[in-house]
Every structure is written in structure tokens, then in C-alpha cells.
């Protein structure tokens, strides 16, 4: 589980700019803020917006995104303060913590497992259900590709994929959608871009949504260590308001998460991500509405986690959460 994201660079990392680091417009007395994202994913659009609308900077910070290039970095990064926000699967921040350092979650940046399966337009598959029997595309082992559908089958659908005749027919990076044209498989597991992709080049649809099939999920969060938190709260507040409003912009006005998106993935093509913000806006919780982060999503995202072996052990949501700040600014953006 530790290179679930990573898995997905080799379809994604190549469509992004050359360069990945990306500063909002300064202003002159913005408090300087490195955040540290796993990777340049579609999925992590809230940052983009809150870059690219200048909402960093509104709410009074210098911000510079920086990519570290795998789910596992952004963690160790903040600990030697060379970042002050983190974003990534929050059971990297579970691991810190166990090892004893001081980390804590402090917004949603993506409210659901932003995974979808997709078949041919012709596929009976419309339930979880429904994959009894199938064979399932997929990244090679180990990939979330393989293992959100798995821990959807068990706890969703309440049976063993094994026993219920399914099959995992694991392939290289972009050879999913192909093998399902082909017949080799029924249905493939991806993110965006590679599922609108697969609808533009191979005639695919998106038949099962697992945002919605797992319901909210902290599947990606920012956090930040307890002595950033401690000593520059303005800051930390300043991040989650930019982020709040962003989630506003983009629900307000799809167009939004459209135009950001091509800025900051110009080699992806513009039908690929019109596709995709339309996939992104039909799922109930893949783009949150505000950054809080509820007991049930945090609760869900440990199960999800120990079950693919990212984490040996959880931990509670009281120890690993402060919500203080995304309450905030849910209510000053008047946001659910």
C-alpha cells in the first residue's frame, strides 16, 4: 500500500507540467508556507484551485506546492521542517505516529476512494455485487487497484473475492482499458485521468463509482506537526480557509476544477478532463464539499488502510485529528 499512488504515476506523472513546483501570486507580507503533496493528482484539485485563484494568498500566505514523489514522503519532509503541510493518504501520518513523531490531520483534501471501474458500454455490471465471477484489470500487485475493490467486495458485497470466482488480471500502467476492449477482462479498476481516457480512446464507461459504493472516506488529508500548529496557527488557518473556499469555487461552478486542471495538467487533453470533472462532480464525496474531518471518514480510512497493509495498527480519531481550524472555515464559507 505504501506505492498505491505511486503505482498510478506512470499514467499520471508523465501528463503534468515539466516543472512541479508551483508558486501563488506572492504578496508582501504572506507568511511562507511549503506544502508537500504526494503526488500532482487530478484528485487533489482543492489545492490547485486555492493556488490558482489566488486564495493562498487572500488569506495571507506565500504558498508553494511542491511534489515529493511518493505517499510516503510528505511525511518525513514535514518532520524535518522542510514543509509545514502535508498531503497525503492519512495512514502515513498513523506511521509517524507510531514511530513518535507528532503529526495531525487537519483538513480532507479528497472525500472518497476517487477510484472507478469501467467496462464496455454493453456490461451488466452495476453493482459491487456484480463482480462475482468477473475478471477485474488492474495494476500489478501491490496497487489500490487491487485492494479497494477487494475490501469493497468483502465488506459491501460480504463475500471472498476468491471464493466467489473473481479474478485479478494485473497489468502494467495504461494496459487496463485496453484488456477490457479486448475481452481479456470485464471490468478495470483506475483513477482519473486513465478512466476518462479509456473512454475517449477504447469507448469504456464508468460503471461502478467506489466513492460511492464505500461512502465518505478521508482517503487524502493535509496535516501538519504539532509544533507548526502550536506556533503559527495563522498559518494553518490561513490554509484551511484558502482550501474551504476553494471547495466552494469549484461545487459553485464545475468550470472551476475544469480550467484549473488544464493549467496544471497541459499535456492531458481537454476532452480527458471535461470527462473527468464530470466523473469527479457525479461521485457524491470525491470532491469535498468542506474540509472537515467527521469520526466516520476517519474510522472508514483505517479500515481501508490496515485492510491493505499501509498501516499495522490504527489510531483514534481524537488522537490523530484536529478539527479546529477546517470548522472554522467551513463556517465562515457558510459550507455543509
Known amino acids: 500500500m505504501i506505492s498505491r499512488r505511486n503505482l498510478m504515476k506512470y499514467s499520471l506523472i508523465a501528463a503534468t507540467a515539466p516543472a512541479l513546483r508551483i508558486n501563488t501570486p506572492a504578496v ?3 507568511s511562507k508556507v511549503v506544502i508537500s503533496e504526494a503526488l500532482r493528482l487530478g484528485m487533489y484539485a482543492s489545492l490547485y484551485v486555492a493556488a490558482d485563484k489566488g486564495l493562498f494568498a487572500k488569506h495571507g500566505l506565500d504558498a508553494e506546492i511542491s511534489s515529493a514523489g511518493g505517499i510516503a514522503l510528505p511525511v518525513p519532509i514535514l518532520l524535518s521542517a522542510r514543509a509545514q503541510i502535508g498531503v497525503t493518504s492519512p495512514g502515513m501520518s498513523v506511521n509517524a505516529v507510531r ?21 464496455r458500454p454493453d456490461s451488466k455490471i452495476k453493482t ?10 488492474t495494476l500489478k500487485f501491490p496497487s489500490s487497484t487491487i485492494q479497494v475493490p477487494t475490501f469493497a467486495m468483502k465488506t459491501v458485497g460480504k463475500f471472498e473475492p476468491k471464493e466467489a470466482g473473481v479474478t485479478f488480471l494485473e497489468l502494467p500502467a495504461g494496459a487496463q482499458a ?9 471490468i478495470a479498476t483506475a483513477f482519473e485521468w486513465d478512466i476518462s481516457i479509456g473512454a475517449e480512446q477504447f469507448g469504456l464507461v464508468p460503471v461502478l463509482s467506489f466513492a460511492d459504493v464505500l461512502g465518505p472516506v478521508c482517503f487524502t488529508t493535509a496535516m501538519a506537526t504539532e509544533d507548526v500548529i502550536a506556533k503559527s496557527p495563522d498559518l494553518v488557518q490561513g490554509f484551511c480557509n484558502a482550501l474551504a473556499e476553494g471547495q466552494k469555487l469549484m461545487h459553485q461552478n464545475h468550470a472551476v476544477f ?20 464530470k466523473n469527479f462532480f457525479d461521485s457524491k464525496t470525491a470532491v469535498p464539499t468542506n474540509p472537515v474531518i467527521t469520526q466516520e471518514e476517519w474510522d472508514r480510512a483505517m479500515q481501508l488502510e490496515q485492510g491493505g497493509g499501509a498501516i499495522k495498527g490504527t489510531l483514534p480519531f481524537a488522537q ?17
Do not use: C
Request: glycine letters at 12%.
Open 28 to 30: 508582501a507580507a504572506g
Open 178 to 186: 485496453a484488456a477490457v476492449k479486448d475481452g481479456r477482462a470485464d
Open 258 to 277: 475544469t480550467e484549473v486542471a488544464e493549467k496544471y495538467f497541459p499535456r492531458v487533453p481537454p476532452s480527458v478532463i471535461a470527462n473527468a470533472t
Open 128 to 137: 459491487v455485487d456484480d463482480l462475482r465471477g468477473k475478471t477485474i484489470a
Open 99 to 119: 514511530e513518535g513523531g507528532k503529526v495531525k490531520n487537519i483538513a480532507k483534501i479528497v472525500g472518497g476512494v476517487s477510484m472507478w471501474g469501467m467496462a
Open 320 to 336: 490523530m485529528v484536529d478539527n479546529s481550524f477546517a470548522e472554522k472555515a467551513t463556517k465562515q464559507f457558510g459550507l455543509s
